[in-house]
């Protein structure tokens, strides 16, 4: 969409740990296949790919805190804390260093602007409803 519209695009993907025999493993986020299937979409799209190694991010970020918090009978949401932190802070901020002006996530959610901000609700198809995951989320 965005590059329809005129807009110079890059496609990220974030590698979020030592994939070993998850490489052929598709479904669980940023899993192997899930890196080679967005090379090829970008690939179609005639845009460039990156793939960036946050695994150290990841772990320090998402996983040391959610073992912690389950060893304490916690019950983490570690989607809900990467995209607060890996996916969205750590991102936005390479992506500002290498001089993007903006973060298209491609979640699957409505928004609109709400006062001088923008605010997420469900989407039309439900059953593709993504907006759970960026409660948690602010704006940049």
Known sequence: ILKREGYDVVGVTLQLYDHGAAT???GSCCAGQDID???RVSETLGIPHYV???EERFRKAVIDPFAESYVAGETP???VSCNQTVKFA???A???DLGADALATGHYIRSRANGAHRALYRPVDADRDQSY???ATTQA
């Open 24 to 26: 052929h493993r598709a």
């Open 94 to 96: 390479t992506a500002q």
């Open 37 to 39: 299937d967005a090379r």
């Open 90 to 92: 750590d991102l936005l």
């Open 133 to 135: 995951f960026l409660f």
């Open 77 to 79: 949401i570690p989607c």
């Open 52 to 54: 960036l190694d946050y």
